[in-house]
């Protein structure tokens, strides 16, 4: 099933079991793959939160990018409930990751990404496909400073291994100033395979970066191979 198919429309459950169910419809271009909750929260939060996390990474290789295709599924889990998960197939290789609780999802066809906003739309995580790193990740140092200039007005703060259950890559922290006294908390983190790499990125309001974080390890923590065995969530 491709979820940029124009007329399909599909409704995905994306709330835990003890949650109301929301519904989504997915369109050719910009594809809703669920429908969270009106978000209480100022709309510039938001929009600052998008303009960092969509920042186009600098060494974009001039290579017919793979496949993109994203499915939705659920999964059971070891509570006995199930679990929303969506499955991205990159033509060679199928990988999956958990939608995080109280998230919604939307798929962008065009950027090869999916965002996953919170309820409050407080927090921001993007995963993106790219033909950046076959094969392997730079050295930490030259993606370091990669990162650096990406975010060139942040302060970048902490380097550490990015562990998800499809392997390890790198992960950098940075806070990013931004209007009306705010402070973002970014982590961008990285992950390579044969055929480019996937980034991963979490936004929020750096008062509420703790609990947020959770939810960002706990998607990283799932993201695999389909064939592979998700790493057990902090």
Not at 31 to 41: E, V, W
Not at 202 to 218: G, H, M, P, T
């Amino acid at each position: 099933m491709d979820v940029a198919a124009a007329g399909f429309n599909l409704v995905l459950n994306m709330a835990h079991a003890s949650d109301k169910k929301h519904e989504g419809t997915m369109k050719h271009d910009r594809s809703d793959l669920s429908s969270p909750r009106k978000n209480p929260s100022p709309g510039a939060i938001r929009l600052l939160l998008s303009s960092f996390i969509l920042l186009p990474f600098s060494l974009a290789l001039a290579v017919s990018p793979p496949e993109f295709k994203v499915n939705p599924a659920l999964e059971a889990t070891a509570e006995g409930d199930s679990a929303n998960i969506l499955v991205i197939q990159t033509g060679n290789e199928n990988f999956e990751l958990r939608v995080p609780k109280k998230y919604g999802a939307q798929l962008n066809p065009a950027e090869q990404s999916i965002v996953f906003t919170s309820e409050t739309g407080s927090s921001v995580i993007t995963v993106k496909m790219s033909t950046n790193f076959p094969g392997a990740l730079p050295k930490m140092e030259d993606l370091r400073d990669q990162v650096a200039r990406k975010y060139g007005t942040a302060s970048l703060v902490q380097t550490s291994p990015c562990h998800t259950s499809c392997g390890t890559g790198l992960l950098f922290d940075l806070f990013q100033p931004a209007s009306g006294g705010l402070t973002l908390r970014i982590r961008d983190g990285f992950i390579s395979f044969a055929e480019g790499s996937f980034e991963f990125t979490l936004c929020c309001n750096v008062k509420e970066y703790d609990q947020n974080r959770l939810s960002f390890a706990w998607l990283l923590n799932s993201f695999r191979l389909q064939d592979q065995p998700a790493r057990k969530n902090p």
